[in-house]
C-alpha cells in the first residue's frame, strides 16, 4: 500500500461522509474480568485469523460484560474500519511505541501515517487507566485528538482493551499478554562500544577503553555491507574465532551487525539459495521484488514462513559459531512493502496475504528468526537480539535502541520522551546511543546525555574509528568514564530490574507519573524519570543550579564520588527503599560480585527494605531453581539502625561475602560492614539522633 494512498484513507476517515456507515453494535470477547478484544461483528469474530500480537492465541471466559466501561464504535467504508475509544477531561494519554513525537501524546495525529506500535495507554484524572491496541497485521494510523481513533485497512479490525488501578498494572498486563521480555545475559548490561569494523579496529578499541579504564563488556562488528546480511570481508576478519576469543580473553563479547535483505549481487553467498527455496517475497504477478535497502537492489526475506525462518536461523547460527555473542540489526529494510506483494505466510499467522495485509508482519517475524539461532534453553544461552522490530509481540524476542536523527534543540528530551512512551507500549528492555560531537556546537547536550544514557537497560557508543579514539576529547572522556563507573556499580540493580522484567512483566525505565498517577504536575513532565520504583534519574540538560527533586517525598542523593562533573545526571533513592551496588568492574563478570552495598534510605519509622536478584549470569539455571532472590530489612532500633534477611528466594546458595551497609540520613551518612548470614548492627551518633 502507498503512503500517499494510506494518509487519503486516513483523512478521509476522519471527515463525516455519506460513504461511511455506523457498523454493527461490536462484538466483544472477555478474556478475562479486565481485558476484553473487541470485533466490529459476529461474523467477523468467526472468521478472526490466528493473532500475531498475543503471546498465546487468545481464550475467551464469555461474552464482553454489559457493564464493559470501555466500548469502541466502529464506522466502516469498504475494506477502511474506524475503531473510535472516548477520553474524558482530564485523560492523558500515552504509547505508540518509539514513534517520533511528544511525551505526552493528546492531541496528536502523527502526521497521518501509520504508527510503529498501535497501542495507547489513557490515565485517567484519578490515576485509573486503560489501554487498547489493534490487534491487526494491517499498517494502522492512531488519531489522538480528543478521542482515541485507530485507522485501519483491515476489514475486521480487532481492538483489544485492558483496564487498570494503576498505569503500571495496564502496562505490566500488555506484557503479560503481548509476551514479557526474556532475562538478558548479565555481560550485556556492561558498556558497549561500536567502533569496529575489522580485527584491527577490535583491538584498537579494547586498548583505548582498558586503558582509559572505561567499563565496557562489548564490541560491535559490521558486516559486509556489499554482500549483507551475513558475510565478514576476509581481510577484515580473517580469523574470527581467533579474535573473538582473544576479546574474552580481555572481558569483552563480539556481538555483530547484520542485515536483513539478500542483495542481487551474485557475490551474495545467500542469493542462489533463497532463490532456488523461494525464500523471498513475491509479486503477485510472479516474479521476486527488489527493493533499494542500504542503497543496494536487494531480495526481501520471507520471514512470514517457517521454512525461510528455519534457513536463515540455521545461516545464522553458522554465522555466530566463531564466537559472537549477540546480534543488532537496524530497520534497514523499507518501512512498507508493496501492496501487491504476495506474502505467503504460514496458517498459523494467519495464511498467505498481500503486502497490504501483512504490512506489520515481516519485522516481528525476522526478531523471532534471529531468537531462534541462538537455540535458547537447548544450548543454555540466553540470546542478546537487539533488532528494530516495534510491533507489538516483538519484545518476546528482541530489545529495543532508542536513536533516530534529530535536529531540534531538546532532541535529548526527545530521546527521553521515546524511551518512555516505548517502556508503556511493551518494550521492556530498552538501549540508547551515545554518539558525537563532543566539542563544538552541540557537544553540551551530547555530553549531558551520556550519563542519563547511562542508566538505561543498555548503552551503546558509536565514536567513528578506533584509531581516533587516543585524540577523545579529555574532558567527553572523563564523563564517559564517570558514567560507565556509575553504571559498572548499578548493574546488580539493573540485573534485578532485568529479572522484575521477565518474572513479573514491570516496565524498567518509567514516567515520573508512576510515582503518584493522580498528581497532574507529573502527566507531561520531563524533568526525570524512574528505574524501577527505587531510583530517580534527574538529567541536568540545562546549565546552573542543580535541578529540584521532582518528586514527593524525601528523596535522598546518592553520592558516586563524582558530583564535581556537572554533565552527570542526579540519583536519588526512594524513602523506604534500599539499593543493590556492586564494586567497580572494568566488566560484569571480572569477578564474583564481592563486596555487595547497600544503600538503604530509611522512611520516618526507620524502615528500609529491597532485594537483588542473582544467578550464573548467562544460561537458564534460573528454571532448574539455581538462581537467588535476597531481600534486605533495614530497622532503627533504639539508638541502631539494624540490617537483617528478610527473603531467600530459589536454590542458589548464599556466598560467603563482605556486606557493606551506607544508610542515608538528613544529617549524611552511616556506614557498617559485615556478612549476610547475620545481623548487622549501624550505631547511631547522639548527635545524628536528634
Request: net charge negative.
Amino acid at each position: 500500500m502507498s503512503c500517499t494512498r494510506f494518509v487519503s484513507l486516513v483523512v478521509l476517515a476522519l471527515v463525516a461522509g455519506a460513504a461511511s456507515s455506523r457498523a454493527d453494535d461490536p462484538v466483544g470477547q472477555a478474556l478475562s474480568h479486565t481485558v476484553v478484544r473487541w470485533f466490529p461483528s459476529q461474523q467477523a469474530l468467526n472468521d478472526a485469523k490466528p493473532s500475531i500480537v498475543y503471546e498465546r492465541q487468545p481464550e475467551p471466559i464469555g461474552a464482553a460484560p454489559p457493564d464493559f466501561p470501555i466500548r469502541p464504535a466502529y464506522d466502516k467504508d469498504g475494506e477502511r474500519t474506524t475503531v473510535t475509544l472516548e477520553v474524558h477531561e482530564g485523560d492523558s494519554l500515552y504509547g505508540i511505541g518509539r514513534t517520533p513525537g511528544p511525551f505526552l501524546r493528546n492531541g496528536q495525529t502523527f502526521g497521518d501515517s501509520p504508527v510503529d506500535t498501535p497501542w495507547v495507554l489513557c490515565v485517567r484524572a484519578d490515576g485509573t487507566a486503560f489501554g487498547a491496541f489493534a490487534d491487526t497485521t494491517y499498517a494502522t494510523a492512531v488519531q489522538l485528538d480528543g478521542r482515541i481513533r485507530f485507522v485501519s485497512d483491515d476489514p475486521a479490525l480487532s481492538i483489544s482493551v485492558i483496564l487498570g488501578d494503576s498505569p503500571r498494572q495496564v502496562v505490566a498486563a500488555l506484557n503479560e499478554l503481548t509476551g514479557r521480555m526474556e532475562m538478558p545475559p548479565l555481560w550485556a548490561l556492561g558498556y558497549q562500544q561500536l567502533s569496529a569494523f575489522s580485527h584491527l579496529h577490535l583491538r584498537l578499541a579494547a586498548k583505548w577503553l582498558r586503558e582509559a579504564r572505561i567499563p565496557s563488556s562489548t564490541l560491535w562488528l559490521a558486516v559486509d555491507r556489499s554482500t549483507w546480511p551475513l558475510r565478514f570481508p576476509p581481510d577484515y576478519i580473517p580469523d574470527l574465532k581467533g579474535i573473538t576469543d582473544e576479546m574474552r580473553q580481555q572481558g569483552f563479547h563480539v556481538i555483530s551487525m547484520i542485515g536483513r535483505a539478500v542483495p542481487v549481487s551474485d557475490e551474495s553467498p545467500l542469493k542462489q539459495e533463497g532463490l532456488e527455496n523461494d525464500h523471498f517475497i513475491r509479486d503477485a504477478e510472479g516474479p521476486q521484488i527488489i527493493l533499494e535497502v542500504a542503497d543496494q537492489p536487494s531480495f526481501i526475506i520471507d520471514f512470514s514462513r517457517e521454512s525461510t525462518r528455519r534457513w536463515w536461523s540455521d545461516h545464522l547460527a553458522a554465522f555466530m559459531k566463531p564466537g559472537l555473542s549477540g546480534i543488532t540489526s537496524q530497520r534497514l529494510l523499507i518501512h512498507s512493502i508493496p501492496a501487491s506483494a504476495l506474502v505467503r505466510a504460514d496458517d498459523a499467522l494467519g495464511g498467505p496475504g498481500t503486502g497490504s495485509r501483512y504490512q506489520r508482519l515481516l519485522d516481528q517475524q525476522f526478531a523471532r528468526s534471529v531468537w531462534d539461532a541462538f537455540d535458547g534453553e537447548k544450548a543454555n544461552r540466553r540470546p542478546f537480539v537487539m533488532v528494530d522490530a516495534r510491533d507489538l509481540g516483538s519484545q518476546r524476542y528482541s530489545g529495543a535502541w532508542i536513536d533516530w536523527p534529530s535536529t531540534s534543540p531538546d532532541w535529548p528530551r526527545e530521546f527521553l520522551a521515546a524511551a518512555l512512551n516505548a517502556s508503556l507500549s511493551g518494550q521492556t528492555f530498552l538501549g540508547t546511543i551515545v554518539k558525537p560531537p563532543f566539542q563544538g556546537i552541540g557537544s553540551e547536550p551530547n555530553r549531558r546525555w551520556i550519563g542519563v544514557a547511562a542508566t538505561f537497560p543498555a548503552v551503546f557508543g558509536s565514536f567513528g574509528l578506533p584509531q581516533d579514539l587516543s585524540t577523545f576529547p579529555q574532558g567527553a572522556e572523563k564523563t564517559i568514564r564517570q558514567a560507565m563507573e556509575r553504571r559498572a556499580r548499578l548493574i546488580p540493580y539493573l540485573y534485578t530490574l532485568c529479572f522484575d522484567g521477565f518474572f513479573s512483566c514491570q516496565p524498567i525505565i518509567r514516567p515520573l507519573f508512576f510515582a503518584d498517577p493522580a498528581d497532574p504536575a507529573l502527566r507531561s513532565s520531563l524533568d526525570g524519570f524512574l528505574l524501577g520504583d527505587n531510583l530517580l534519574v534527574v538529567p541536568r540538560f540545562n546549565d546552573g543550579a542543580p535541578p529540584p527533586v521532582p518528586l514527593k517525598g524525601n528523596w535522598r542523593k546518592l553520592d558516586f564520588g563524582d558530583s564535581d562533573n556537572p554533565e552527570l545526571p542526579d540519583l536519588y533513592l526512594r524513602e523506604g527503599a534500599v539499593l543493590p551496588l556492586g564494586p567497580l568492574l572494568q566488566y560484569p563478570d571480572e569477578k564474583p560480585l564481592d563486596p555487595l552495598t547497600i544503600v538503604a534510605n530509611p522512611g520516618p519509622g526507620g524502615l528500609a527494605e529491597g532485594y537483588i536478584y542473582e544467578d550464573r549470569g548467562e544460561g537458564y539455571e534460573f528454571y532448574r531453581n539455581q538462581a537467588r532472590r535476597v531481600g534486605y530489612r533495614v530497622t532503627k532500633e533504639g539508638d541502631a539502625y539494624m540490617v537483617r534477611l528478610s527473603r531467600l528466594d530459589f536454590g542458589l546458595p548464599l556466598p560467603d561475602r563482605k556486606l557493606e551497609i551506607r544508610v542515608l540520613t538528613d544529617k549524611g551518612e552511616l556506614r557498617g560492614v559485615g556478612t549476610e548470614k547475620g545481623t548487622v548492627k549501624i550505631p547511631i551518633p547522639v548527635s545524628e539522633e536528634r
